[in-house]
């Protein structure tokens, strides 16, 4: 059978040189079909036919471009991770199954045995739990420190030492890390300086700007926004995502590219809903830190906030997630949680809709009791993932959770 195929009607690449990320997140990374379709399209396929077995050994032995299997190639997946790299300032980026994928890619790409890590010691619960017990078994040690402790980053880099990885503003405590003086402490050492730009987005930080040399994305939260699919992203220049995209043709923690059309889509609105985030999430930290009941606020918008300054200069907004203490222990807080109304009790967090969660029985539950503490999980702590409701339904639920502290 002979398959016609149809003339394409030129249609010119858009002219992106020097805009905004607010326009990169609408028109980068859009390549229209023969069906010259505006909206994005989407290619739910395992695998690929070509027009004879010569062009099948091009593909498969690198000799022609094309796509070969979903595993690794696929227009759908290529269309976002272009789009986030265009956003990010990197070179290429290798969208991965989840956010943990994405870190776990990068450090089996790029590390071996005998390697040495040294990691913020406020990450994502698991990332810690992926350092500390999955990656020593392969011999790749990793040394935990303070986010903003430069002395004690200086102490931990040794002669093995190949990554530094963080996350900022960190979770839950949104703490904040001099990125610069990181990357020159990298580079000094010959290490790559790996940053989790999940909290912020490039629409809020651009960590390339500030030396970074790989950034990782969940794109479940933010790039998502809507809670709907699990995807993780890596972005970096072309030689060390050649590396990481080589581990996923062979290993397979592969987004799929329903879940990447979803991402891709997501994208578009991500700028909006940042902003939106970033209002909300101001307006309560502030109204949360005038509470009786409330000990501390965690929120880098705040002028209390130790790195208040730090992340002025190097974010252009404050971000959707805060944290709080209530006066009490777990008890005090889990009433708190459970008297809201409308916010929703889960971990996951970038939604349209404001989350809330006790990071020390959910995100950082498996942390022990020693690492909690070092890291200030506090057992009176509770996260907020801040949505776009209106702001005064955010206040009147939260209000619900401190009168539950009265009784």
Known sequence: MTHRREEHTFIPEPDLEGVSVDTLAVRAGQHRTSELEHSDAIFPTSSFVYGSAAQAAARFGGDEPGN?????????????????????????????????????????????????????????????????????????????????????????????????????????????????????????????????????????????????????????????????????????????MEEVFGFLRSAGPTMSPFNAWIFHKGLETLPIRMRAHCENALQLARWLEQQPAVEKVYYAGLESHPQHELASRQQDGYGGVLSFTVRGGQPEAWAFIDATRMVSITANLGDVKTTITHPGTTTHGRLSPEDKALAGISDNLIRLSVGVEALEDLKNDMRRGLQALET
């Open 68 to 240: 070969i299997y979903s595993r690794f190639t696929n227009p759908t997946v290529k269309a976002f991770e272009e789009r986030i790299a265009a956003m990010e300032g990197g070179d290429r980026a290798v969208a991965t199954a989840s956010g943990m994928a994405a870190i776990l890619a990068t450090c089996m790409a790029l590390l071996e045995q005998g390697d040495h890590v040294v990691c913020s010691r406020g990450v994502f619960g698991t990332t810690n739990v992926l350092f500390q017990k999955y990656l020593a078994k392969f011999g790749v040690a990793t040394t935990f420190v303070g986010l903003t402790d430069m002395d004690g980053w200086r102490e931990a880099v040794t002669d093995r030492t190949r990554l530094l990885f963080i996350e900022t503003p960190s979770n839950p405590l949104c703490e904040v890390a001099d990125m610069t003086a990181l990357a020159e402490l990298a580079h000094a050492n010959d290490a790559l300086f790996v940053v989790d730009n999940c909290f912020c987005t490039p629409v809020l930080q651009r960590p390339f700007e500030y030396g970074a040399d790989i950034v990782i994305h969940s794109a479940t939260k933010y790039l998502d926004g809507q809670g709907r699919c699990l995807g993780g992203v890596v972005v970096g220049n072309h030689q060390l």
